[in-house]
C-alpha cells in the first residue's frame, strides 16, 4: 500500500483525440494498476483521460505496453497509444531507434517513427493480419467463415454487424448519418450484447467516398472516444469486405484524421497518425481503502 501511495511522475498525450495517462513503467511499476487506472482516468477527481498506459521492459521485444481503459479494464491493444509510445520513447531519449517493437496483449506490433526537427512527427503502426473467424474475435455467429453484415437484434432493434478483431474484438455498423443518439444511447447497449462474450467496441461508419470514412466509436470500457486506432482500422477492413471503399483510406474521427492502408500482399493493417504530448505532471494515487476496494 505504501509503494501504491506514492506520487507517480506521468505523461498525458493523445493520438488524434484519444487522450491516455502514460507512466514510465521501465524500472518500477506500480501497484494496483486497474485502480491506478480508475483514479488517473476520472475527469473530475484525477487527471482526466480515456485511459493508462504503462511503458515497460520486455523480454520479448524492445518495449512492453500494458494499457487500462477508464473503467480499469485492461485491453488487449490500443493503436493511438503505440504511436504515442513510439513518440513518448524516442522524444524523452529513452530509445534512439526509429523502428521499434512493442509487446502487447495481442502481440508483438512494429513501429515506425518518422522524424522532423529531432523530433517524432508521424508514426505508423503495423497492426498485423485482421481477424475475420468469428470464435476467434470473439463473436457469436451464423458463419464460421466471418461475420459480414449480419443481422442482428439488440435492444429490439435490429443492426447489420461486420465483425473483426484487431487483437480486440469489433463490431463495425454502417449507417447513413451519425448522431449523437445513436452513438451515445445505442453504442453502450450493443457494448454488452450477448453476442459479444468479451464484450466489444462499436463502430459507427458512414461512407464518404471510396476514399474516406467518417467515425464515432463507442469504446469497450471508456465510452465515446475522440478516436480508436485499432476501430479506425477494423472500420477500413470491413468496408474493404462490404465492397465501400478501397484498401488505402482515410478515416475522419471528431478528434482528426487517421490513414489506413490493408495491404493486399501482406494481409496487414498499417495505421499512420500523429502523436501529441499533452502534459507532464505528478499524481497522488488514494489507498484503495480510501474508495472503500480491497
Known amino acids: 500500500m505504501e509503494s501504491f501511495m506514492k506520487a507517480i511522475p506521468f505523461t498525458k498525450m493523445h493520438g488524434a483525440g ?4 502514460y507512466i514510465d513503467a521501465l524500472s518500477e511499476v506500480p501497484d494496483n494498476l486497474p485502480l491506478l487506472s480508475r483514479q488517473i482516468s476520472n475527469r473530475h477527481f484525477g487527471v482526466g483521460s480515456d485511459g493508462l498506459v504503462a511503458i515497460m521492459p520486455s523480454d520479448k521485444a524492445d518495449f512492453r505496453m500494458r494499457m487500462f481503459n477508464a473503467d480499469g479494464s485492461e485491453a488487449e491493444m490500443c493503436g493511438n497509444a503505440s504511436r504515442c509510445i513510439g513518440k ?3 522524444d524523452k531519449h529513452l ?6 517493437s512493442l509487446e502487447t496483449l495481442a502481440g508483438i506490433r512494429h513501429l515506425h517513427l518518422e522524424i ?5 512527427k508521424e508514426v505508423t503502426v503495423d497492426m498485423g493480419t485482421p481477424e475475420l473467424v468469428p470464435e476467434r474475435i470473439p463473436v457469436k455467429s451464423v458463419s464460421k467463415e466471418a461475420k459480414i453484415s449480419e443481422k442482428e437484434i439488440i435492444n429490439g432493434i435490429e443492426y447489420k454487424i461486420t465483425a473483426v478483431g484487431m487483437g480486440n474484438p469489433h463490431a463495425v455498423v454502417f449507417v447513413p448519418a451519425l448522431f ?3 452513438v451515445l444511447e445505442e453504442g453502450p447497449k450493443m457494448e454488452v450484447a450477448e453476442i459479444f462474450p468479451n464484450k466489444s467496441n462499436i463502430e459507427f461508419i458512414k461512407v464518404i467516398d471510396r476514399t474516406h470514412l467518417q467515425m464515432r466509436v463507442w469504446e469497450r470500457g471508456s465510452g465515446e472516444t475522440m478516436a480508436c486506432g485499432t476501430g479506425a482500422c ?3 477492413v470491413a468496408s474493404v469486405l462490404n465492397g465501400y471503399t478501397d484498401r488505402e483510406v482515410i478515416v475522419s474521427l471528431p478528434g482528426g484524421n487517421l490513414k489506413i492502408n490493408w495491404d493486399e500482399n501482406s494481409n496487414h493493417v498499417f495505421l499512420t ?4 504530448f499533452i502534459a507532464d505532471g505528478v499524481f497522488y494515487p488514494k489507498a484503495a481503502i480510501e474508495e472503500g476496494e480491497v
Open 95 to 100: 530509445t534512439d531507434k526509429t523502428d521499434i
Open 273 to 276: 497518425g500523429p502523436a501529441e
Open 234 to 236: 477494423a472500420a477500413v
Open 180 to 182: 449523437d443518439r445513436l
Open 18 to 21: 484519444n487522450d491516455y495517462v
Open 116 to 120: 522532423c526537427d529531432g523530433k517524432v
Open 88 to 90: 513518448f520513447l524516442f
